[in-house]
């Protein structure tokens, strides 16, 4: 079945430091792929998205590129900030039966250092 | 416009009691999903409603019912609570899946049981 595999945490850095997150996947087809983000205490919220090879998502200084020849969707940030600090979740789109279920890493806390 | 809402937030139940987790939405989206959320497993789906008057297992249905009751609202729930279950659960919507659209999540409701 489909799976995705993160890596592993916690992770922690300094502010305006160089960040990625390692994503990849198996899946059989061509599946959507997600960055979420989870701050403290919340729910999830859509980081980015990419529905196809080739496809670069970004928001908020963050990019990640679908790379379907190394079954890839790193996430990275140039310069991370105190606020970036959350649990980041890499994900598919696993569509069939009308519904879209997503299949979710295990997530990666990120501690951002002032 | 609230998004997803959840009740209730927290709820702590003894073994072998019984109880409802309720989800509404009010994005007029057409498919609603129910996950948990473990330590180090991320998000697992329990089940899925990807129109009104459907439902279907996801991943990790055992143990839990689901209604779809109208086209705002979709329950869980928990027949003879277990410690198993304890997690976070979250409610999630979308509303276009063969768009790709994004799947919208609620704020969660933890759950213990003892």
């Known amino acids: 079945g489909n799976s995705v595999t993160q890596m592993e945490g916690p992770v922690t850095l300094s502010e305006e430091a160089f960040l990625t997150i390692n994503c990849t996947y198996t899946a059989t087809g061509y599946p959507s792929l997600f960055w979420y983000v989870q701050y403290p205490g919340e729910g999830l919220q859509l980081l980015l998205k990419a529905t196809k090879a080739d496809d670069k998502g970004s928001n908020k200084g963050f990019e990640a590129t679908y790379r379907k020849e190394t079954t890839s969707f790193h996430l990275e940030k140039g310069s991370v900030q105190v606020s970036d600090s959350a649990v980041y979740f890499c994900?598919?789109?696993?569509?069939?039966?009308?519904?879209?279920?997503?299949?979710f890493g295990q997530g990666t806390r990120l501690t951002i250092n002032p | 416009n609230a998004g997803v809402t959840q009740t209730p937030k927290f709820q702590v139940l003894k073994t072998g009691q019984s109880m409802t987790l309720q989800c509404a939405q009010d994005m007029n989206h057409n498919s609603m999903y129910w996950y948990r959320q473990d330590p180090g497993m991320g998000l697992r789906l329990i089940y899925y409603s990807a129109s009104e008057g459907t439902t279907d297992k996801g991943e990790v249905p055992n143990g839990y019912n689901v209604s779809r009751l109208n086209k705002r609202e979709f329950s869980l729930r928990l027949e003879s609570a277990a410690p198993s279950q304890t997690s976070v659960y979250f409610c999630a919507s979308i509303s276009d899946v063969v768009k790709r659209d994004t799947q919208y999540f609620g704020p969660g409701t933890r759950l213990t049981v003892l």
């Open positions: 994900a598919l789109s696993d569509l069939g039966q009308g519904a879209q279920k997503l299949v």
